[in-house]
């Protein structure tokens, strides 16, 4: 069974970011996925302590909530990262979780970077804003794509990166915003 991981970094669980990452995980199911959402906000969990033990080990040392979900990623066919843009960039949350993530970037043996995840899988990172539309904001969400990369072969990420939602239901208000997104979850894995 493929199986696909919604990662929230939003602090409101309703919110525009949380809405289209559910959408694409409506459409992975469609498709046939098994998928779970996590919801950051809701974690008691540290940032990473810059201890470099998960390149020498293989694991994070850290014990907390977030534990369980790094090791459901590491197995999960597809990801799902969504997060609204908060001072120019991702939510502190969504970067506090990929700061977690380092334990997939580095051989345990050499310390050297070199992706852990192992076979292929698919990633969609979603940003959500209220301004007009903003290069700078769709480049934000393709370098969190990019380190993907350096975790695992997970392809050519793809990438929504949606603006003019100032309010928080704005994104459940747009058919064709929930439509293009189930469309991206149903052919992650076609």
């Not at 969990?45 to 040392?61: D, E, H, L, M």
């Not at 695992?152 to 939602?165: H, I, K, P, S, T």
């Amino acid at each position: 069974m493929t199986t696909m991981i919604g990662i929230a970094g939003s602090p409101r669980r309703n919110g525009n970011s949380a809405t289209l990452m559910r959408a694409v995980l409506e459409g992975a199911r469609a498709a046939g996925a098994e998928t779970s959402e996590v919801y950051l906000n809701g974690l008691a969990f540290k940032g990473c302590q810059g201890c470099t033990v998960c390149s020498r080990g293989g694991r994070c040392i850290l014990e907390d909530e977030l534990t369980p979900v790094i090791e459901a990623l590491r197995h999960a066919d597809g990801w799902v990262l969504a997060a609204p843009i908060y001072y120019d960039g991702v939510s502190g949350q969504l970067k506090t979780f990929f700061d977690r993530c380092r334990t997939f970037t580095h051989d345990p043996e050499t310390a050297v970077l070199a992706p852990q995840l192992e076979g292929p899988r698919r990633g969609v990172v979603i940003v959500t804003y209220e301004d007009s539309d903003r290069a700078d904001y769709t480049r934000a969400a393709q370098v969190l794509a990019r380190y993907l990369g350096w975790m695992g072969d997970f392809g050519e990420v793809a990438v929504m990166a949606e603006g003019r939602l100032d309010a928080r239901d704005a994104a459940a208000q747009r058919p064709d915003l929930l439509a293009r997104a189930r469309a991206m979850g149903s052919g992650l894995f076609a």
